[in-house]
């Protein structure tokens, strides 16, 4: 009974301080967000890919492939899976991609940002901050430059001859 009019006392009494921080969801990428259907569209370059998350078991398809079949490449496999390692959501999403245009740096790079914007679309609370402070909701805008009249590339002057 002692404790129980003591922390009434502290509530009537005294106001609490609140501390605040500059993370929005300290929880994030804890794993425990909402397990829903989602979808997301990513650019990189020339290339655009639609991706759709749903409950399931991982399993990945990429125009109609597996994520393995498609992107032989370890790396490109990491980078595409990598907002969903991020937030500790590994298996709990069967992912479909189309994606046409650009190669495949740049196909990879479009699916990333697909995948983080449909978890982002999923669950805004819970994943946003993450995603965020680790750079997968940001566009990469770089693109090849135009070639320029007169040049060789875009950069790329003739060669100068003095006489």
Known sequence: MA????????????????????????????GTS???????TGRRKEAI?????????????????????????????????SP????????????QVLVDGG??????????LGVARALNAIDRDAN???LKKSGFLTRDARAVERKKAGLHKARRAPQFSKR
């Open 128 to 130: 946003r901050a993450a």
């Open 84 to 95: 969903i390692v991020l937030l500790k959501l590994e298996g709990k999403f069967d992912v």
């Open 49 to 81: 890919a639609r991706v759709r998350l749903t409950p399931g078991e991982g399993k990945w398809t990429v125009n109609g492939r597996t994520l393995e079949e498609y992107f032989p490449s370890r790396l490109q496999q990491r980078e595409v899976n």
């Open 103 to 112: 190669g495949t740096t740049g196909q990879a790079g479009a699916i990333r």
């Open 3 to 30: 404790d129980q009019s003591n922390d009434s006392a502290v509530l009537e009494g005294e106001e609490e301080l609140t501390s605040y921080t500059s993370e929005t969801n300290a929880g994030a990428g804890t």
């Open 34 to 40: 909402a397990i829903a259907p989602g979808y997301g």
